[in-house]
Nanobody, 121 residues
Framework: QVQLVESGGGLVQAGGSLRLSCAPS????????MAWYRQAPGKQRELVAS???????NYVDSVKGRFAISRDNVKNTVYLQMNSLKPEDTAVYYC???????????????WGQGTQVTVSS
């Protein structure tokens, strides 16, 4: 069973920076598109940023110019560099990845357990 392990959340003042990381635990066969979502209290989960297997990135308008998603294909890790953080960025951030566990398995999306990001004003 594949699990996505996230790290890097925490408490930061407005204007500060955090870097989130996410990687599957254990070995996998292939890793395709990866993404970061977030969910604030009382709100729906929203896509923050995504990166395809080929490296094409996409961002929600509210984080463009402040956040950067990247991936390390050797470490099978996706990162979310968050700069100029605002109180409205406060949320639980979730990693999502399209993974093929083994040669014989099909592609399947997995979610991380979430990491809390809190931005104080």
């Amino acid at each position: 069973q594949v699990q996505l392990v996230e790290s890097g959340g925490g408490l930061v003042q407005a204007g500060g920076s955090l870097r989130l990381s996410c990687a599957p635990s254990g070995s996998i066969f292939r890793l395709d598109d990866m993404a970061w979502y977030r969910q604030a209290p009382g709100k729906q989960r929203e896509l923050v940023a995504s990166v395809t297997g080929g490296g094409t990135t996409n961002y929600v308008d509210s984080v463009k110019g402040r956040f950067a998603i990247s991936r390390d294909n050797v470490k099978n890790t996706v990162y979310l560099q968050m700069n100029s953080l605002k109180p409205e960025d406060t949320a639980v951030y979730y990693c999502k990845a399209n993974i093929r566990h083994s040669y014989y398995s099909t592609w399947q999306y997995y979610w991380g357990q979430g990491t809390q990001v809190t931005v104080s004003s």
